[in-house]
């Protein structure tokens, strides 16, 4: 087939301008999708958990009543359960510093997808957390006893005798809930 001088130029152009033209559209198409996948990544997205220490919920005990929280301390295991705790708290609480740790696989809390704690905050605190507790130290036995974790659960106040043990329980789905935390490098 014989191509005219003319229609082969008419050709040129077309193959000089067509190219720009997909790659404009290709960009604004790309640029769309990407501005709404990333709205739909944003809204479905959970904002980082700020985690609190047993000390600051036992500072304002009703206020966190029947919440949801990510609770920073140290996690002891023992025969007759396990804890979450500090030594001491600033300012001193009438009642000892630790929320009793009740697994619930049914009626705890369910943390989103991607559980997420906001590293800042909890760099912060846990630095602050470890200066004032300290591990225990066991003669015999494990020491995975006393451990450095985040535990994510319902704060649920006790009464009775049971709040002479720990002033409130926290309500946790499973082990899988629980984050270990480490002073190593």
Known sequence: MDVTDREFE???LFLRTMPHRVQGNTAIGRSISLALFV???AIAADPPIPPVTVCEILADL???EGKDVAVLGRYSFRHDGRWIGEQSCEPATAVPPMLWLTEDSAAGPKPSANLEFD???LNKKFAGLTRRTSLGKFRFGNPEYDRWAV????VVSRKGDAAQKAPAD???RGDGVIVFLTTER
């Open 170 to 172: 926290l309500v946790f």
């Open 10 to 12: 008419r050709s040129i």
């Open 39 to 41: 709205a739909a990544f």
């Open 151 to 154: 535990v994510y659960g319902r």
């Open 119 to 121: 590293v800042a905050v």
């Open 62 to 64: 009703p206020a966190h």
